[in-house]
């Protein structure tokens, strides 16, 4: 049974950092794609971020060199550090981890709220 909880979202005045954290049970790290995506109000859910089993990250260009995705020692918990945030970093964040070998096989968190306005 895989599980993923979000915390880490609240109310952040731009230029602020905040810490997400994705807290995982039944997720064996060399079978899934770790992601964040986002959904702003009235757009469609985006891809923030990705971090394959081998190691190897990628972020959507809005957010490159403000956001690190990273895992915890044990590998349980998926991080996504926001630095310099800005007001359209608004959003609803959610973890997800994709199957490497089913990738229509997803797993979806409840999400965190994060706002950044002044």
């Known amino acids: 049974q895989v599980e993923l909880v979000e915390s880490g979202g609240g109310l952040v005045q731009p230029g602020g950092s905040l810490r997400l954290s994705c807290a995982t049970t039944g997720v064996i790290k060399q079978f899934y794609t770790m992601n964040w995506y986002r959904q702003a109000p009235g757009k469609p859910r985006e891809l923030v971020a990705s971090?394959?089993?081998?190691?190897?990250?990628h972020y959507t260009d809005a957010v490159k060199g403000r956001f690190t995705i990273s895992t915890h020692n044990d590998e349980m918990t998926v991080y996504l550090q926001m630095n310099s945030l800005k007001p359209e970093d608004t959003a609803v964040y959610y973890c997800?981890?994709?199957?490497?070998?089913?990738?229509?096989?997803?797993?979806w968190g409840p999400g965190t709220q994060v706002t950044v306005s002044s």
């Open positions: 971090l394959s089993d081998s190691g190897i990250t």
């Open positions: 997800n981890a994709q199957s490497i070998s089913f990738p229509d096989l997803r797993y």
